[in-house]
């Protein structure tokens, strides 16, 4: 069974720093590509950011990018999203999920997601 832990949410002022976790488990984890999406009140959930296996290759929402980083740990079997310069936009709950062999940043498999972690940005 895949599990995905997302972990390290929290309210943080206006251009501060959060690092997010999701630990997995139940998968051969550094056999897949991960990512990072994102849901706010009363929208959609989307992309934020994604690392193939290998961590070589990142990707990354324009919305997001150059104040976020991805990284994985692939012997922690752990990906993470260091949040800096945060923004009211960014209060969202965050979740992680495997993406299969390449970042496709489509949301997904549905049957992983777990329960994520929120982050509020205080203005």
């Known amino acids: 069974q895949v599990r995905l832990v997302e972990s390290g949410g929290g309210l943080v002022q206006l251009g501060g720093s959060l690092r997010l976790s999701c630990a997995a488990s139940?998968?051969?984890?550094?056999?897949?590509?991960m990512a990072w999406f994102r849901q706010a009140p009363g929208k959609v959930r989307e992309f934020v950011a994604g690392?193939?296996?290998?961590?070589?290759?990142?990707y990354y929402a324009d919305s997001v990018k150059g104040r976020f980083t991805i990284s994985r740990d692939n012997a922690k079997k752990t990906v993470y999203l260091q949040m800096n310069s945060l923004k009211s936009e960014d209060t969202a709950v965050y979740y992680c999920?495997?993406?299969?062999?390449?970042?496709?940043?489509?949301?997904?498999?549905?049957?992983?997601w777990g329960q994520g972690t929120q982050v509020t940005v205080s203005s």
């Open positions: 690392i193939d296996w290998s961590g070589d290759s990142t």
């Open positions: 139940g998968l051969t984890f550094s056999s897949y590509a």
């Open positions: 999920n495997v993406q299969g062999a390449i970042v496709t940043m489509a949301a997904g498999p549905a049957d992983y």
